[in-house]
C-alpha cells in the first residue's frame, strides 16, 4: 500500500466531512424559522443528534423534544430534548418506542403551536410505528435490502407499512404547524422519499408499491399486502420544508479538499445509482486509463449504490467498491480508489468504506482472497481488512449519501 497516498485520501476524507456537517446547515435553515405559541423538537435520523443540538443551541431553549438515531451516535445530552437510540437498517423495538414518545409529545398541540422536525437518512429504519408486526416489518426490511432494491423502491413499499411514514406523521401534528428541516441522503432530493417523507405529501403509488413487490418477489403476508393497496396523504396543509444539506455538497466538498492536495478535481455524478461492484470496476478503469498522465488527477462520483446480497460475508456498499476496484488498479503506481459513506458506517460494519491501490490485488492474492469469489461472497470487509483498507471514521453526525474518488497522480 502506498502510505502516501493512502494519506492523501485520509485527508480529503476529513475535509470533505468537515464540510458537510450539519452545524451550519442547521444555522442557515433556523434563519427562517418564526415559531409561535409552543416549540416542540423531534430529530430523526443518523444525524438527528446533531441537528437537534444545533437547533437548541441556536433557539435557546425548546417546549419539550426527542432524538431517535442510530446505536452509538448520541453525543451527550441536549437540555429538554430526550435522547434515545434504536436500530438501523432493521427497525427494533426501541425505535418503536422512541417514536411512540414522540407521538405523545405532538399529541393535543393547537394551531398556535410548532413541531421543529429535524429529519435525515435513516429515519426509514429509526422513526417507525408499523402497521404490522415487529416481527414482520423487520423481516421485509431485510428482503429489501438483500434484493438489491434502491432506496426509493424500499421506501415506497416502506411509507405503506407505517403510521409516520408518507405525511402521516404531519398529520399526527395537526393542526400544529411543522418545520421541517431535512438533510438529504436521496438523490435529487425528493422530499417524499427521505426517510420515507414522514411529513411530506407522497407522490408514489399502490400500483408502484405493488409493482416493487411483485418485481423483488417480496413474501408478504396478506395484511402487508392489503397495507400495499392503501393510499397515503396527498396533501399535507400544516407543513413547511427547508432542504438544507445534500450529497452534491459532500461531492463540491470533496473536489475542494482534492484541490488542496495538488489535484485537478472534476466531479463526474453525483446521482451515482448502480450495483456497487460495477461502480468500482468502472472507476478503477478510469485509474488505469488516466494514470501516469502529466497531471495529478481526482475523479469524483457521490451518490448511493446498491449491493445485491448473494452470501454471507460481512461488508457494505463503499467497501465493495474498493474492493471491486483493485483488479484494474493492479500494479499502477499513484493510483487509488476509496469510497466512503458521509455517516461514517457502511452496511452493518464499523468501517465508513474501502481503498485500494496498485498493491491491494497483490496483497489480496498473498493472504488467500480471491475479489471475485469474495465479491460473490458479499466479504468484502474481511478481504480489506486483512490487507489495511478499511476505512474507519466513527459516526460523523451527518448524513448525505456515499462519495467515492479516483486519485491518479
Known amino acids: ?125 429509526l422513526f417507525e410505528k408499523p402497521l404490522l408486526s415487529g416481527a414482520e416489518l423487520a423481516d421485509i426490511t431485510r428482503q429489501l435490502l438483500a434484493c438489491g432494491a434502491d432506496i426509493v423502491e424500499m421506501n415506497t413499499i416502506r411509507k405503506r407499512l407505517s403510521a409516520v411514514k408518507g405525511g402521516r406523521f404531519a398529520l399526527a401534528c395537526a393542526p400544529a404547524q411543522v418545520f421541517a428541516v431535512v438533510l438529504s441522503d436521496v438523490l435529487g432530493d425528493p422530499l417524499d422519499m427521505i426517510a420515507s417523507g414522514p411529513a411530506a405529501a407522497d407522490r408514489s403509488t399502490c400500483a408502484q408499491a405493488v409493482a416493487i413487490a411483485e418485481k423483488y418477489r417480496l413474501h408478504l ?99 465493495e467498491i474498493a474492493l471491486a476496484a483493485a483488479p484494474a488498479l493492479d500494479g499502477l503506481d499513484g493510483c487509488c480508489v476509496f469510497s466512503v459513506g458521509s455517516d461514517g458506517t457502511d452496511g452493518p460494519t464499523d468501517a465508513a468504506g474501502g481503498y485500494a491501490d496498485g498493491a491491494t490485488f497483490a496483497a489480496l492474492h498473498t493472504v488467500g482472497y480471491d475479489v471475485d469469489k469474495t465479491l460473490a461472497e458479499n466479504d468484502a470487509y474481511h478481504a480489506l481488512q486483512a490487507v489495511g483498507g478499511l476505512i474507519k471514521t466513527g459516526p460523523t453526525g451527518t448524513n448525505v449519501n456515499d462519495v467515492a474518488v479516483v486519485l491518479t497522480d
Open 221 to 319: 403476508s396478506p395484511a402487508a399486502q392489503a397495507l400495499l393497496r392503501q393510499e397515503t396523504p396527498k396533501a399535507l396543509s400544516n407543513v413547511t420544508t427547508q432542504i438544507t444539506g445534500s450529497v452534491r455538497e459532500l461531492c463540491a466538498a470533496a473536489a475542494d479538499a482534492c484541490r488542496a492536495q495538488g489535484y485537478e478535481p472534476l466531479i463526474l455524478t453525483d446521482r451515482l445509482n448502480c450495483e456497487a461492484r460495477e461502480a468500482g470496476r468502472f472507476l478503477g478503469s478510469i485509474a488505469r486509463t488516466h494514470a501516469g498522465q502529466s497531471k495529478k488527477c481526482a475523479f469524483i462520483a457521490g451518490g448511493e449504490t446498491v449491493v445485491h446480497l448473494t452470501g454471507h460475508g460481512l461488508g457494505g456498499r463503499n467497501q
Open 1 to 125: 500500500m502506498s502510505t502516501s497516498l493512502r494519506t492523501a485520501a485520509d485527508t480529503v476524507i476529513a475535509a470533505s466531512l468537515r464540510a458537510v456537517l450539519p452545524d451550519t446547515a442547521v444555522r442557515r435553515a433556523l434563519q427562517n424559522f418564526c415559531p409561535r405559541g409552543r416549540v416542540v423538537l423531534v430529530a430523526a435520523g443518523k444525524a438527528a443528534w446533531q441537528m437537534a443540538h444545533t437547533a437548541v443551541a441556536v433557539l435557546g431553549s425548546v417546549d419539550g423534544g426527542i432524538v431517535i438515531t442510530k446505536y452509538g451516535h448520541v453525543g451527550g445530552d441536549i437540555p429538554g430534548v430526550i435522547c434515545r437510540e434504536a436500530g438501523h437498517p432493521v427497525p427494533d423495538e426501541n425505535g418503536f418506542a422512541a417514536t411512540r414518545q414522540a407521538l405523545d409529545l405532538v399529541h393535543g398541540l393547537t394551531a398556535d403551536d410548532t413541531v421543529l422536525f429535524l429529519l435525515s437518512g435513516g429515519g426509514s429504519a
